[in-house]
């Protein structure tokens, strides 16, 4: 029978975090106690996007967008809303208009702005099952490719939408196809990059986790075009969701005659495989990758030759990240024009950010290409939370750099941002407000990069290892003048000498900081000082006795029992015992305790 | 294995089993007034007709929906038929039976069933 409604349950990985299995299984429950189990459709889908707003569930034909769903609330949604008719009106996701009528969801803030080209079934189609793939014209690109398309018509395809990679090169899509395509092979490789290492990043695994054929048929068209195959998806461990779906829907491809040989009796064979990664950032790396892949140690190759000459098993392969693959079906069914009118002149099409830090709405967007940072924080971010000041965001991960808020305006495309001496990278935008320290951000990235190192070549290993060293000294209110300039050579020479892209691209995070930021490495270096009170050498705790009126609760909250002070008297922190944990701050009703 | 044609066939059926799942403003939309009043006069009974009846029709520019009391109990249960670009119709005591002729003279051929509205049963 047709279902009256269909019940849609975000299952990536931020709302199953938030309980969002239990919450399916409550609705399975409640919906069979109703008697509503065979006129309503309950689906688990992929991510919506609005994390920040999880465990996410809605209701169609209406539509009804509900938000911090729990378990308990389901009982009032199934008897009230899918038996009623009347929706819960306290879980809505809801903007009013002026008339004060409901917005559509999709004219809410959070979604208005952006343009879900690759996120296309991403919360509308229950990732595992093929069947409602197809519904969405799930293997027709495929088909059409292979029955109307010579594998040079698609590559020249790929080239004209002016596609580049996703996953933080930005290299032309449709070049790299040509060059794996004039390799001569009689084998030859398909490879999909879901490693995706940059700490924040989360937009690979949304698609997998949300769309996993959509991968799956890029994979089997790539393959027809440049002539393999056989496929890859190189996939961290540490994303179980994504890993069981994308199984899922390969066995289910394979059942269907989609993998396998003679493809829809089409005469064209190739299958894919998943290779589990252990989670090292080098092995996003394509060359570590493919080492990996072959069950040796990820450690970067020399490039030349790249992979399309001489990659997988020493045969030529096409490397290509998730989300780069997500667009390729679009393009094949709507054409290439229709993708090139998105974007700017040398960017084209969409970009799927991960947005995190000091944002309202943390999660995940996709926005066309050449969109201002300044809509993607104040309107579709929803602004920073607690009144506070936009300081700067970061792109590119450790591998990229800050963009100040002065550059807020900035249309967001590879080369602006290369240009602004940050990049595109594979898409972690994090926010930070005014009580981030700028040296503390570049320390953080450095500190990853250099625990990620993989050791294989010196600039890598101990330039970033050095180059941490001095950070940490001006954290601390040890370094000079000289040492800030002498960071600046060594980050150079780092770059020019290292031999993949980590340690070429390391210093980045410290580079920028120094350009836009430099006024905060002054003053941790000259007056001892850190402006935002984040570096804790740096820092110290003092009450200020005419304000302070002794009401005991910074001395209650120190976990340390450095505040001493008798009631209604002003109270003193004990500078040698204090961790400088800030926990007096919290609390103090007169805002006496300053640092 | 499957053919294309087999995979054709799937994708038709599964369209409209998830038609419901986008919102299109040329949408027909019926809705079932569902409140403890509605349920209480049949409305549930009706419900399940209409869904059927648009399955079996393939109807998939149809969204049927629910809605709560509106203050009309007495005329129990009742029915809007909202056709895009005109205006809405409500039918009042609504039966299974109605429902289908309803769903084949107005949704499918555009002629108000003028006798199960409320001035047609007055009339
Ligand atoms: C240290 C390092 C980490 C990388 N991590 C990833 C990654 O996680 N995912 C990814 O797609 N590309 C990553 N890359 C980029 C890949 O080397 C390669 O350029 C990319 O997979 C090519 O695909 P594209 O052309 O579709 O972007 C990384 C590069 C470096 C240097």
């Known amino acids: 029978m047709l279902e009256r409604a269909h019940i849609l349950v975000c299952g990536g990985t931020g709302c199953t975090s938030g309980n969002s299995n239990k919450i399916y299984s409550e609705f399975q429950t409640r919906l069979k106690e109703q008697g509503l189990e065979s006129e309503v459709k309950l689906i688990m889908t992929g991510c919506f996007g609005l994390c920040a707003r999880g465990p996410i569930v809605v209701v169609y034909p209406e539509g009804t967008f509900y938000q911090h769903v729990k378990v308990e609330d389901v009982n009032e949604i199934v008897c009230e809303h899918i038996l009623k008719g009347r929706p819960v009106e306290r879980l809505l996701h809801s903007e009013k208009e002026e008339d004060g009528s409901l917005k559509a969801i999709n004219e809410t803030a959070f979604y208005k702005r952006q343009k879900r080209v690759v996120l296309r079934n991403c919360g509308i189609i229950n990732p595992e099952s093929i069947d409602e793939y197809l519904a969405y014209d799930g293997y027709k690109a495929y088909e059409k490719v292979v029955t109307q398309m010579t594998p040079q018509g698609v590559i020249d395809e790929i080239k004209k939408s002016g596609l580049r990679g996703r996953g933080g090169g930005g290299f032309s899509t449709g070049m790299k196809w040509q060059f794996a395509h004039d390799s001569v092979s009689d084998i030859k490789y398909v490879v999909c990059n879901a490693d995706e290492g940059d700490p924040g990043a989360f937009m690979d695994r949304s698609l997998l986790e949300g769309d996993p054929h959509a991968v799956i048929e890029a994979m089997m068209i790539a393959g027809y075009a440049i002539g393999a195959k056989q496929g890859y998806i190189y996939v961290r461990a540490e994303y179980p969701i994504a890993v069981q779906r994308l199984e899922i829907a390969i066995g289910q491809a394979r059942e269907y005659g989609i993998l396998g040989k003679n493809i829809m009796g089409l005469g064209h064979d190739f299958d894919i495989e998943l290779r589990l990664g252990a989670g090292a950032f080098v092995c996003g790396e394509e060359t570590a990758l493919l080492n990996s892949t072959e069950g040796k140690r990820g450690e970067p190759r020399q490039r030349p030759p790249f992979p399309a000459v001489k990659g997988l098993f020493e045969k030529p392969t096409l490397i290509n990240n998730v989300e780069t693959y997500g667009n390729i079906t679009q393009i094949i069914l709507n054409g290439a024009d229709w993708f090139a009118s998105m974007g700017t002149e040398k960017s084209k099409g969409t970009k799927v950010f991960a947005l995190g830090g000091k944002i309202n709405n943390t999660g995940l967007v996709e926005i066309p290409m050449g969109t201002t940072l300044r809509t993607i924080i104040e309107e579709i971010g929803g602004g920073i939370p607690n009144g506070k000041k936009f300081k700067a965001a970061q792109t590119g991960g450790p591998s990229g750099g800050c963009i100040p808020a002065e550059l807020i305006d900035t249309k967001i495309d590879y080369d602006n941002l290369i240009a602004i001496g940050s990049m595109m990278g594979s898409g972690g935008l994090i926010v930070m407000d005014e009580d981030n320290c700028m040296v503390d951000i570049a320390k953080f990235f450095l500190e990853f990069t250099v625990d990620e190192s993989c050791g294989k070549c010196t600039p890598c290993r101990i330039g970033n290892k050095r180059l941490y060293e001095m950070l940490d000294s001006v954290t601390k209110g040890t370094a000079t003048m000289e040492d800030l300039d002498k960071m600046e050579q060594l980050c150079y020479y780092i770059k020019e000498n290292s031999l993949c892209g980590l340690g070429q691209t390391a210093p980045n995070p410290v580079l920028s900081t120094l350009k836009y930021f430099r006024d905060e490495y002054v003053e941790h270096v000259k007056n001892k000082r850190c402006p935002a009170g984040v570096c804790k050498a740096l820092v110290s705790f003092k009450i200020d006795p005419a304000l302070c009126i002794g009401c005991t609760k910074c001395k209650r909250n120190c976990p340390v029992n450095a505040i001493s002070g008798e009631i209604k008297q002003p109270h003193v922190i004990d500078a040698s015992k204090c961790i400088k944990c800030g926990a007096c701050l919290q609390g103090c009703p007169k805002n006496a305790i300053v640092r | ?123």
């Open chain 2, 1 to 123: 294995m499957k053919t294309l044609a087999e995979l054709q066939a799937i994708r038709d059926r599964m369209k409209s089993q998830m038609a419901s799942r986008g919102t299109d403003a040329d949408d027909i939309r019926i809705v079932v007034g569902m409140a403890t009043c509605g349920i209480a006069a049949g409305a549930r009974p009706v419900l399940n007709a209409i869904v059927e009846e648009v399955e079996n029709r393939k109807l998939t520019n149809v969204k049927v929906t629910q809605t709560g009391c509106i203050g009309m109990c007495k005329l129990e249960p009742l029915v809007d038929v909202i056709m895009p670009g005109s205006e809405k119709v409500t039918y009042v005591h609504v039966t299974p039976e109605k429902a289908r002729r309803i769903i084949a003279s107005h949704v499918v051929n555009g002629n108000v069933v003028t006798e199960y509205t409320v001035d047609g049963e007055k009339a």
